[in-house]
């Protein structure tokens, strides 16, 4: 059988292409023609560095996004195109500062449009390079529905998706890009209507979700690991993220990646954040063992803060409350 092209494969699935990124269709087409079109001149109009230049220059940013936060030549570019739905809805005002830097996305603080009725939100941009870099993804996705970019389960015989998937095209590179962004707002969205304490989803993008902010403007609220609490306050707030682990559960999800870095302390409160990695409690076979490290590592630090507690019994007893009956054995499986 005789192989086909990269393009024309990708030519093939652009219907599928719109399910996944706003700027499919005619535009991506058109891109796409432009691309040939320069190189096959080979020699660019403008250098990289100009272009770079002019992105991060607002007056020259579509839109007029202006930003009181200078990004660096090589952040500006994709930083602002992340954020550029964001201005165009009247969400968003201004990029104030960046507040937490990571592996695979950054927060900054904007400033929210007076109609949101806050003064600050909370912008968590993704390096679409970076989705590349995520280690051990496949933990987490396990028993997972890949999700577009309007939050819409696929359909696992959806053959032409699965295939891209299966084969690490380009197209199926962004399928997994854009469902792993998805599922940590969606995650949010649930778990705020049933009253988590998590930040207030307001919007997502391709690239960037745009959520509740906690902390001052430039200044992010720290996470728990940089607290130091006395035992009162300290029992307080571990019962609040012992409820918060029990809520998921009842709504059949796992955080993934709970501990004392991914909760927010500001103003005597928590909040719970990073949720790319939610896991499905029913149908992912590590399920017992990533909820009894979530615990075990909330645990241990609610114990250096002087809150003694046991862990395997608190897992046991949300297991077989939430997920399993007490006649069912655990599975045993190693992270």
Not at 180 to 207: C, D, F
Not at 277 to 283: F, I, V
Not at 325 to 330: A, H, L, N, P, R
Request: negative net charge; contains cysteine; charged residues 25%.
């Amino acid at each position: 059988m005789t192989s086909l092209p990269d393009d024309f494969y990708i030519d093939e699935y652009e219907y599928y292409e719109e399910l996944f990124d706003p700027l499919a269709g005619d535009s991506r087409r058109a891109r796409r023609r432009r691309g040939r079109q320069a190189k096959q001149r080979r020699t660019p109009k403008k250098s990289r560095q100009q272009i770079v230049a002019e992105l991060a220059d607002p007056e020259g940013y579509e839109g007029g996004s202006n930003t009181t936060y200078r990004p660096s030549r090589y952040e500006a570019g994709w930083l602002l195109e992340s954020l550029r739905s964001f201005y165009d809805r009247e969400l968003i005002t201004d990029v104030l500062a960046l507040v937490k830097g990571g592996k695979e996305a950054n927060v900054y603080c904007c400033a929210a449009d007076p109609a949101i009725g806050v003064d600050l939100l909370a912008a968590k941009v993704y390096r679409p390079q970076q989705f590349r870099a995520i280690r051990n993804d496949t933990l987490y996705r396990q028993g997972r529905d890949v999700l577009t970019s309007t939050g819409r389960a696929v359909k696992k015989t959806d053959h032409r998706i699965m295939r891209a998937i299966g084969k690490k095209t380009r197209f199926g590179t962004q399928v997994m890009q854009t469902s792993w962004l998805m599922h940590e707002y969606k995650t949010m969205e649930r778990l705020y209507q049933a009253g988590g304490t998590v930040p207030r989803p307001i919007a997502v993008s391709e690239n960037a979700i745009l959520m509740g902010y906690r902390g001052e403007a430039g200044w992010g609220a720290p996470t728990l690991n940089e607290v130091d609490l006395d035992p009162g306050e300290a029992a307080i707030l571990y019962q609040e993220v012992l409820y918060n682990v029990e809520l998921m559960l009842q709504h059949g999800l796992i955080h993934g990646d709970l501990s004392a870095y991914n909760i927010l302390y500001w103003a005597d409160e928590i909040t719970i954040i990073d949720f790319p990695q939610a896991t499905d409690s029913l149908t992912n076979y590590n399920a017992y063992t990533i909820l009894e490290r979530d615990i075990a590592r909330v645990c241990e630090y609610f114990a250096q803060q002087g809150v003694q507690s046991e862990p395997d019994a608190i897992t046991d007893d949300l297991w077989h409350r939430y997920v399993m009956s007490d006649d069912t054995d655990i599975p045993d499986y190693e992270l």
